[in-house]
C-alpha cells in the first residue's frame, strides 16, 4: 500500500520551499543524509520564497500571508548566521 502524498496547496508549496532553503543552509540533511552548506542555493531559494510574498501580496488568506513572513524571517536569519 502507498502512502498518500500530501494535499497540495499553498502552504505546503511554501514549506516543500522552505525545507529545499533548509538543505542549502546545512541545516538539515538532503535526501542522502549528506548536510553540507551551499550559501548560493541558500539565498537563491530565500529571495524565490521573497519574490512569492512580493507577488502574491493581497492576495493570500491571512494565513498563508502569515506562513510566508515567518518562514523568510526565519530563513534570512538562519542565512545570516550560516554567512559567519
Known sequence: MEATPPQLDFGTFVLSLAAAAQVHLGAAPDPS???????DLAKQTIDLLALLEEKTKGNLTEEEAKILSQILTQLRLQYVEAKK
Open 33 to 39: 543524509g549528506k548536510t553540507e552548506k551551499n550559501l
